[in-house]
Nanobody, 119 residues
Framework: QVQLVDAGGGLVQAGGSLTLSCAAS????????MGWFRQAPGKEREFVAR????????FYADSVKGRFTIYRDKAKNTGYLQMNSLKPEDTAVYYCAGRLPDRASYDYWGQGTQVTVSS
């Protein structure tokens, strides 16, 4: 079983930056992928980025490519989402999630952290 605790959200002005964190516990995360998702009010949850824990390979949604960076600290068993050049449309609750590579869906989810970008 894996537990994920995400944190780091807040209120920031457009053009600003925030870094979210996701601490994994309960089982070594080395075999997993970590993803970040977000859900804005009245909208469906959407994929943001993912990282393969073992290799560090990353993949991003087009909407955040070039502005967001996903990375991990293996020693701390913690993943991060660095968000730069934030826009009001980035406002959402952000969730980290984990899955094994052969799973189609994410099995483990953080509780979510609110990011609000003011114009």
């Amino acid at each position: 079983q894996v537990q994920l605790v995400d944190a780091g959200g807040g209120l920031v002005q457009a053009g600003g930056s925030l870094t979210l964190s996701c601490a994994a516990s309960g089982r070594t995360f080395s075999a997993y992928l970590m993803g970040w998702f977000r859900q804005a009010p009245g909208k469906e949850r959407e994929f943001v980025a993912r990282i393969t824990w073992s290799s560090g390979s990353t993949f991003y949604a087009d909407s955040v490519k070039g502005r967001f960076t996903i990375y991990r600290d293996k020693a701390k068993n913690t993943g991060y989402l660095q968000m730069n050049s934030l826009k009001p449309e980035d406002t959402a609750v952000y969730y980290c999630a984990g899955r094994l590579p052969d799973r189609a869906s994410y099995d483990y989810w953080g509780q979510g952290t609110q990011v609000t970008v003011s114009s």
